[in-house]
């Protein structure tokens, strides 16, 4: 189902958002940084400014309007990284409140040890595709290839692998995610067949001509969308501006897309039902293999 707003974007820009690790999260504390199990639009749209070289205080400007659907190619798994912190000198960590003279005083009773953790995704493969007008969506293909400031996925310490760009496409914003191909890894493509292969009962591997895939897609307000499932997230950014940090809240839509698995030589037009097994799509039962992403 097409709405209306996806009639009136008629191209779409598409990255391949990959890595060993990604995280993905719109709360910062101190003792505990989460992730979401997707992309978030605050996330998408950072990378789109750092590509085009804008620092943190300046406006968005157009890529506030642009619309964001996220598909879940590999869902990858959850990763915890247990931290500890402490003075190499000895002495009692400082509070994380500052006083009103801009000093940070010791932690009362004194603390020299603080645990931190720090979830990320590990091995997952994300389609982000973004509508909007086709000069702007040009413009950012262009900088994302190129860009002014180093491109992270979520943190700093998650650089992404290529290709990371993958052109601007004509369409609405379902149809290109229901047409582009599947973007997982050539490891989790071999897994994923040999299961289908031993679900069928097949002495071999299966390949199958398309898959189901959840997505999120950008979305109107309830009332003028019916049939889906809609959400309401706070991911929208107004501003990165450190001192004044700004987030608003957009409605999305859940669904399953059926898109092409991109074997060589399928084995017939049977369509998995996303049910029947829940790591189907490469997920936790296709284990963590670093090297998968560098084409080992």
């Not at 898109?259 to 790591?279: E, I, K, L, N, Q």
Request: aromatic share 6%; charged share 25%.
């Amino acid at each position: 189902m097409n709405t209306d707003a996806d009639r009136g974007h008629r191209a779409v820009l598409l990255l391949r958002l990959a890595a060993p690790l990604q995280a993905w999260g719109s709360r910062v504390a101190v003792n505990r940084r989460e992730t979401h199990s997707e992309p978030t639009k605050s996330g998408v749209v950072g990378l789109l400014a750092a590509a085009l070289g804008r620092d943190r205080d300046e406006p968005l400007g157009e890529l506030l309007a642009l619309r964001l659907g996220v598909r879940v190619d590999v869902p990858g798994t959850l990763l915890r990284d247990y931290h500890t912190i402490s003075d190499y000198r000895g002495r009692p960590l400082p509070q994380s409140g500052v006083s009103a003279g801009g000093v940070q005083r010791p932690t009362q009773p004194a603390k020299h040890t603080h645990v931190t953790s720090r979830y990320y995704l590990q091995d997952a493969t994300f389609l982000a595709a973004l509508a909007g007008p086709r000069d702007l969506l040009v413009r950012l293909d262009a900088a994302v290839r190129a860009p002014v400031f180093p491109l992270a996925l979520g943190r700093r310490s998650c650089p992404p692998t290529q290709p990371l760009a993958l052109g601007v496409h004509d369409g609405t914003l379902t149809d290109v995610l229901r047409a582009h191909p599947w973007q997982a890894t050539a490891r989790a493509r071999r897994q994923y067949a040999a299961r289908a292969g031993r679900e069928r009962g097949q002495d071999g591997p299966h390949h199958p001509a398309r898959i189901p895939l959840p997505v999120t897609v950008e979305s109107p307000p309830p009332g003028a969308d019916h049939g889906f499932d809609l959400d309401e997230i706070r991911d929208a950014p107004l501003s990165f501006d450190p001192h004044g940090r700004r987030f608003t809240t957009r409605w999305v839509r859940h669904d399953w897309y059926d898109v092409p698995t991109g074997f060589p030589a399928p084995s017939d037009d049977t369509t998995p039902d996303p049910d029947s097994d829940p790591d189907s799509a490469g997920g936790p039962g296709a284990g963590h293999d670093p090297f998968a992403f560098l084409g080992r």
